[in-house]
DNA sequence: GCTGCCGTTTGTATCGATAAAAAGCTGCCA
DNA sequence: TGGCAGCTTTTTATCGATACAAACGGCAGC
């Protein structure tokens, strides 16, 4: 594989000339670019990203870090995310966290082997007791919960909010026994509690009680888990007339659930998700969902970041963004 | 940030002992040993990967190129690739190419820039024309279509086989006029073409005529699109009893389609899709389909890279293999 | 013809880690 | 005590690109 020094030889320059030819800076005559662009041709020049890498002591690539790859929610945030970074001149190489602690730590070691100039994290195992393991002196942008106080870029989903109106909306349509399915409940700072406190506070606005019989809870928030769940707690009866699904990958399972159980949606039962994934709309029935704008997330996560990386050095205050959202009403609450 | 020198100086040792002790090379005293440990642990050091990069000729990292990682297909694609790379000790950076010609081959260019070790390529765009783009000097493992005669590994989706299998699936159900959605024809490899092809082998098989007007061909193979292209041809009625939608992607447009005009699934028509996303085991109807092994695709794939990028030189003869499949009854198809 | 300036080109050092070879140490045996 | 084998450790050179400063060449002006 060619280097520099080989086009430099081809052409009868000097290295330095053809790094000035590579790099578009001026001064260089036209004449003797040239040349070096014919050579380079000749030979099939490719630069050597590891060696200017290790000289410019960048990478050119970010790091994201998310459960899992393989779910809708987290594919669309990546391909947001994967776009908005090559509008920034940046890479993005994946890693799978499977939503476990330890590989949330890990990923962000990697980050620190300058294996990227920056991170984008989406936490979901770790908690505010991790908050010391981002104090790190490189980029990090969390995207997605709120891990309280942390030193780093945060931008937020639009958890509690968008949970409050996804409900409101279910009470709105005379739904008077409103349940949720979410994940395990005790965190501080998780999607599944944040939206429980979401999904509490719309119970109380509407004067509603808080039954602990109607919060479902999934090992996981997947399809398989979530349907699990709701089929346990249907054997006797639903007794339910509305569902709020903190995802809706959860939603999906527990539309299925309910149509082993011969629940008619919308009719019986009312169901909601939060997320607005590509599929929602397609499901039969097309599902309502919040909708919190994950292209404007991304672009602020990798804005952010990107800020950080061109020298924003350690001096400037971190921030908060908390993305806005939309109530997307399709036929799972009645149109 | 510290360096291998800085922890040299601290530890009273030079830099190459430090480096074996990183390695994990023998013949380094535990007693150094700890010394070294300690300085790297007080002084907070981590590998620069790109100086370590640059001196080993390697990355460590493979690229993956795939049309949209926000496709369910994809992302479960994306997901065990993920993995399969991680039991090889590599990583895996994610570009999109849109399915457009010219991204894949920006895709193929980069991984010139040695910035990858290798790269796996999901090819849509390209064609029989491009294959010279593919004699490059770098490992590349193509997977998914077929590309005739491309000088790299190549891993297959059984395309035509499995589509044959999900059409003569319809024919067993008694289905006689059985639809095809897929992209547009006329490439001599893409994947529509390819299960295109598999499905004209069924009906032949079964003695049953090829309609084209059960040709239904969407812009491209997303759930809209397809979705669209049903609604069109359902004007007049829907004039077949049977759907086999090239992807479980576009089954889930057409599922919808078919919804919206009233029809019922499966008692009027009958739809199987190809892929076996995950979401398909929950869609309501569920829907049937033929499930490629992702997993052990995957798993190939990323083996034939590693053998490539491990020394396997040119000499070695480049690998074909087609992925076995496995047909799955749903409700879609009556269960 | 000489000076000085400006646009162009080149030499040298460097980023940080590591392969290969050389040099230091031990301890053991003759 | 000298010599040698076998671990340990260090020295030196290198991967390829680029920052920086120095050198070069041509030309206008005196």
Redesign the pocket.
């Given at each position: 594989?060619a280097?520099?020094?080989d086009v430099a030889k081809a052409a009868g320059?000097?290295?330095?000339?053809v790094?000035?030819v590579?790099?578009g800076h001026?001064?260089?005559?036209p004449a003797?670019r040239d040349r070096v662009l014919e050579a380079m041709d000749r030979l099939g020049y490719r630069?050597?990203v590891a060696?200017?890498n290790?000289?410019?002591?960048r990478t050119g690539t970010i790091g994201l870090a998310v459960p899992e790859i393989n779910r809708p929610y987290y594919g669309r945030l990546a391909a947001s995310i994967i776009a908005a970074a090559a509008r920034h001149g940046l890479r993005v190489s994946i890693e799978q966290t499977g939503a476990r602690r330890e590989n949330e730590l890990a990923a962000l070691s990697l980050s620190r082997n300058r294996l990227y100039d920056g991170l984008i994290l989406s936490t979901v195992g770790m908690g505010p007791a991790d908050v010391g393991a981002l104090d790190v002196d490189h980029p990090v942008v969390i995207l997605g919960e709120r891990i309280f106080g942390g030193p780093v870029d945060h931008v937020a989903m639009p958890n509690e909010a968008a949970s409050q109106a996804a409900t409101r909306h279910l009470v709105e349509r005379h739904c008077r026994r409103i349940a949720i399915v979410c994940g395990r409940l005790g965190g501080e700072a998780d999607v599944s509690s944040l939206r429980h406190a979401g999904y509490l506070r719309a119970l109380a606005a509407a004067g509603l009680p808080a039954d602990p019989e109607l919060v479902v809870t999934a090992e996981s928030l997947t399809m398989r888990e979530a349907a699990r769940a709701v089929r346990q707690r249907m054997a006797d009866g639903p007794g339910f007339d509305g569902v709020f699904c903190v995802t809706d990958t959860v939603a999906m399972g527990v539309l299925r659930a309910l149509a082993d159980a011969g629940v008619r949606v919308p009719d019986q039962v009312k169901v909601i998700g939060f997320d607005n994934v590509d599929e929602s709309a397609y499901l039969v029935p097309s599902l309502s969902t919040v909708d919190p704008d994950h292209d404007l997330m991304a672009d602020r996560a990798v804005g952010l970041l990107a800020a950080r990386i061109d020298g924003g050095g350690p001096e400037r205050e971190r921030e908060e963004f908390a993305g806005p959202f939309r109530l997307v009403v399709r036929e799972s609450t009645g149109g």
């Open positions: 594989m280097t520099i020094q320059v000097s290295a330095m000339t790094s000035n590579i790099n001026p001064n260089v005559r003797t630069v050597n060696a200017r290790l000289r410019k002591g």
